[in-house]
């Protein structure tokens, strides 16, 4: 089982990215996808999940921020997406994508699941 990240680098403030995470060993339209990050002295948070039919999605964070963050798959492709836009400072981390059978939300990730290595965001300022 491997989930791949890329996509990660150095970006101003501002700009955008679209990471994506590749998975393999598994039938990945069984799982519910989703990425998390850490930033520097940070505990580890989730960002956002979508189902395994990509039908619903789900996003960790306030109404303020989750203009900026969109989630999408391609099942074909076995990929996930993440597109973070209007970067900020803050944004810097390590994203990391996992996999769980337990549906997006509160619970997703809370007993099991798949990680894979992730990926760094810089974002300068």
């Known amino acids: 089982v491997q989930l791949q990240a890329s996509g990660g680098g150095l970006v101003q403030a501002g700009g955008s990215l679209r990471l994506s995470c590749v998975v393999s060993?598994?039938?990945?339209?069984?799982?519910?996808i989703g990425w998390l990050r850490q930033a520097p002295g940070k505990e580890r948070e989730k960002v956002s999940c979508?189902?395994?039919?990509?039908?619903?999605?789900?996003?960790y964070y306030g109404d303020s921020e989750k203009g900026r963050f969109s989630i999408s798959r391609d099942n074909a492709k076995n990929t996930v997406y993440l597109q973070i836009g209007s970067l900020k400072p803050e944004d810097t981390a390590v994203y990391y994508c996992?996999?769980?059978?337990?549906?997006?939300?509160?619970?997703?990730?809370?007993?099991?699941?798949?990680w894979g290595q992730g990926t760094q965001v810089t974002v300068s300022s």
């Open positions: 996992a996999a769980d059978r337990t549906n997006c939300g509160n619970r997703w990730l809370a007993y099991r699941g798949y």
């Open positions: 979508i189902s395994s039919s990509g039908g619903s999605t789900y996003t």
């Open positions: 060993g598994f039938r990945s339209n069984f799982y519910h």
